[in-house]
């Protein structure tokens, strides 16, 4: 069975950093759900940050990610990216749904460093070590997409 990474603030877990959740009500996700192919996580949780926390964005000319305060958290923002590829490593997981711009999530966009709500182009941490290892990322904004490549997916025998 293909399993799924799912970002924790989509199926309503209060992991983001004002201490929300960002529920995605979508059918294809309730039907994954029911079929236990989806596995939650959120990687700035599992980095160590707590609920609630400061907003962070990804300082463009450092990569260091900082909060709006400027303390470093780039530390646990890449061991949670790291947790997450161990987590798909082991449970063979080759599809991950993820929050759009967030600074770990962010597939397509991320906010811009300037804590303004401005967005560039770019992906966060943990997508883009995902991405690195074989892991296809989707977000909100292209689940669409995800819904279609799963449907014509089919796992394959792995040659022994």
């Given at each position: 069975m293909i399993k799924i990474l799912v970002s924790a603030c989509f199926l309503g877990e209060k992991?983001?950093?004002?201490g929300t959740s960002q529920q995605l009500l979508n059918q294809s996700l309730l039907s994954w759900i029911h079929n236990k192919q989806v596995v939650s996580f959120c990687p700035e949780i599992a980095g160590g940050l707590p609920v609630p926390r400061q907003p962070a964005e990804i300082q463009a000319k450092s990569q260091r990610i900082l909060t709006c305060d400027g303390v470093d958290v780039s530390a646990q923002f890449n061991k949670g990216a790291q947790r997450a590829l161990t987590l798909c490593q082991q449970h063979h997981i080759r599809f991950a749904l993820l929050k759009e711009s967030s600074p770990s999530c962010?597939?397509?966009?991320?906010?811009?460093g300037t804590f303004t709500q401005e967005k560039m182009s770019g992906?966060?941490?943990?997508?883009?070590?995902l991405r690195q290892h074989g892991v296809r990322v989707f977000s909100e904004k292209n689940i669409t997409a995800l819904i279609a490549e799963l449907a014509s997916f089919s796992e394959k025998p792995s040659p022994h």
């Amino acid at each position: 069975m293909i399993k799924i990474l799912v970002s924790a603030c989509f199926l309503g877990e209060k992991v983001r950093y004002d201490g929300t959740s960002q529920q995605l009500l979508n059918q294809s996700l309730l039907s994954w759900i029911h079929n236990k192919q989806v596995v939650s996580f959120c990687p700035e949780i599992a980095g160590g940050l707590p609920v609630p926390r400061q907003p962070a964005e990804i300082q463009a000319k450092s990569q260091r990610i900082l909060t709006c305060d400027g303390v470093d958290v780039s530390a646990q923002f890449n061991k949670g990216a790291q947790r997450a590829l161990t987590l798909c490593q082991q449970h063979h997981i080759r599809f991950a749904l993820l929050k759009e711009s967030s600074p770990s999530c962010g597939s397509t966009t991320i906010y811009d460093g300037t804590f303004t709500q401005e967005k560039m182009s770019g992906e966060g941490v943990t997508t883009k070590l995902l991405r690195q290892h074989g892991v296809r990322v989707f977000s909100e904004k292209n689940i669409t997409a995800l819904i279609a490549e799963l449907a014509s997916f089919s796992e394959k025998p792995s040659p022994h």
